[in-house]
């Protein structure tokens, strides 16, 4: 019988990217083919994510696009995979194109369960009851699956996950009701991964936690901390560079993982910390355990003892209850802390959070948008100026690939059946084109090289550069 084949789209955070890439590497060994082409496909997984409303309108606009795809085609299946599949179970199978749906917890039943779907035509929905309580048997499941088929998504890099869930229950968030509580994997089980990474040619590791420096195990007769993990990890021989993301405005532990950046050469200097507010009467009214005074304290210890770190924040405008001067506070908290970016949001009520039950949505939407493009003017004039400093220097990144542009360019070229064309340079292998590395400061520069270098390390001169990109040349 020929493969089955499957089309998987994702949406969100790192998080989902990682088990979207566990997904596909587990199909692929269950016997299926993983397209591109939507319109070829026997199967449709739909990765989801559920922090902001915005993101499940566009699952729902792609569903929208399956069931007329489905008129042709009735045989195809859709599943709908993660967080909005946790969150919504069984009344995703009331949307007419959607066959399964799988909670982030079932993940390692996805064989399996497509098998059954495309054998029988069946509708089912397999999530977690009452996933607050726990994952119930399936942590032992999910470890396993995960340390069968780690991969990575670019050359050379690879994502390992730390820990699962979250137990924070900041007001506006999903992530706890749709992940579960909190739970550590054992440092030896990380250990091996990042062994396996590293033969199969993985050059960097960012390890994954939804608050990552939140990380203990109690293992061999004492607490294992991020910073010991951070310290495991670069001592495993391959690994060139190792990540952290995403950082909770903790004090416990903070030094000693600002200790082990400093003294290790393959701790990458960079730390996403959200802010998520300058105004403490709002971080109150979101459940963060800190100032604001506090917050700025803590990147102030970091640059103390590591001068290049280059931090990047988390914000969340229009939050309910915030006034035009807690506004004014998250600017100020901006201005201060120099970010090298931030990533804004205009704060979205998720159904059965504590703000979305508690606290009315009162900041228009016009405000909203206002203060979002306020705010990134702020940080967008910030960012350039501590871009132009990179101007003359040379910096060491990892290869990601051809740019987006380069990608997009070359499909367009052979579209309209050129071949001489410099668009589509990108099919010419020992070709230069343009491509994206990032520095160990999580800096994303743009240059001309050859695509074989993807997945490796390269030196570059900066040229110019823009509040979101440096631009230079390849040095030998
Ligand atoms: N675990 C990380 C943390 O604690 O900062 C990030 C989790 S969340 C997936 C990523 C970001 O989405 C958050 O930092 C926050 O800024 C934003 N976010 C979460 N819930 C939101 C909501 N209801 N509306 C708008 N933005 C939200
Ligand atoms: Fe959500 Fe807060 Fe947990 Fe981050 S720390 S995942 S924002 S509840």
């Known amino acids: 019988m020929k493969d089955r084949t499957v089309h998987i789209k994702s949406f969100g955070c790192q998080m989902n990217k990682l088990d979207t890439a566990l997904i596909a590497s587990a199909l692929q060994a ?21 922090v902001r409303e915005h993101a499940e309108e566009r699952v729902y606009s792609h569903l929208g696009h399956l069931k007329h795809l489905k008129e042709h085609r ?19 199978l009331e949307h007419e194109a959607v066959n399964l749906v799988c909670g982030p917890a079932q993940i390692p039943q996805i064989a399996d369960l497509l098998r059954e779907a495309l054998a029988q035509a069946s509708r089912r929905a397999v999530v977690t009851e009452n996933i607050r309580q726990g994952r119930q048997d399936s942590d032992a499941a999910l470890e396993e699956f995960e340390s069968t088929y780690s991969a990575g998504e670019l050359p050379g890099q690879a994502f390992v996950r730390v820990m699962r869930g979250c137990n924070n229950f900041c007001t506006y968030c999903i992530v706890p009701y749709v992940r ?26 960012t390890l994954l936690g939804q608050t990552v420096n939140s990380y203990r195990y109690q293992s061999g007769g004492r607490t294992w901390c ?36 400093a003294g290790s050469a393959k701790v990458c200097h960079y730390l996403h910390m959200p802010a998520q507010s300058g105004s403490d009467h709002i971080l109150r009214a979101m459940n963060r355990h800190y100032t604001a005074k506090h917050y700025l304290e803590l990147i102030e210890r970091a640059r103390a003892v590591v001068p290049d770190i280059a931090v990047a924040g988390d914000f969340i405008v229009g939050f309910p209850g915030e006034t035009q001067e807690d506004f004014e506070g998250t600017v100020d908290l901006v201005r201060e802390a120099r970010y090298k970016n931030s990533y804004i ?6 159904p059965g959070t504590t703000a979305q039950k508690r606290l009315t949505d009162t900041v228009p939407a016009e405000v909203k948008q206002q203060r979002n493009v306020e705010l990134l003017a ?26 987006k542009k380069q990608v997009r360019n070359a499909e367009c070229g052979m579209r309209n059946g050129g071949s001489s064309d410099s668009r589509d340079r990108s099919i010419i292998p020992y070709a230069n084109v ?18 074989s270098l993807a997945g490796s390390f390269a030196r570059v001169r900066i040229t110019q550069t823009s509040p979101l990109t440096l631009f230079g040349d390849l040095q030998p």
């Open 30 to 50: 269950a016997g299926f083919q993983l397209t591109d082409d939507v319109k070829e496909a026997d199967a449709v997984l739909i990765n989801t994510c559920s």
């Open 74 to 92: 009735p045989q195809m299946v859709v599943g709908v995979v993660g967080c909005m599949a946790q969150r919504l179970g069984d009344k995703l």
């Open 180 to 205: 579960g509580p909190e739970a550590c994997r054992p440092p030896e089980l990380i250990r091996e991964q990042v062994r396996r990474l590293a033969d199969a040619g993985v050059r960097q590791v």
């Open 226 to 261: 991020l910073a010991d993990l951070l310290d495991m990890t670069a001592h495993v021989p391959g690994i060139e560079w190792v990540r952290f993301v995403t950082s909770y405005p903790y004090d416990q532990f903070y030094d000693e993982i600002v200790q082990v950046m």
């Open 345 to 350: 949001f205009k704060y979205s009520p998720r």
């Open 378 to 403: 702020v940080q967008d004039r910030i960012s350039a100026e501590l871009n132009r400093t990179f101007v003359n220097q040379q910096v060491v990144v990892l290869v990601e690939g051809p740019s």
């Open 434 to 451: 343009q491509l994206v590395g990032r520095t160990s400061t999580d800096h994303i520069v743009v240059f001309d090289g050859s695509p």
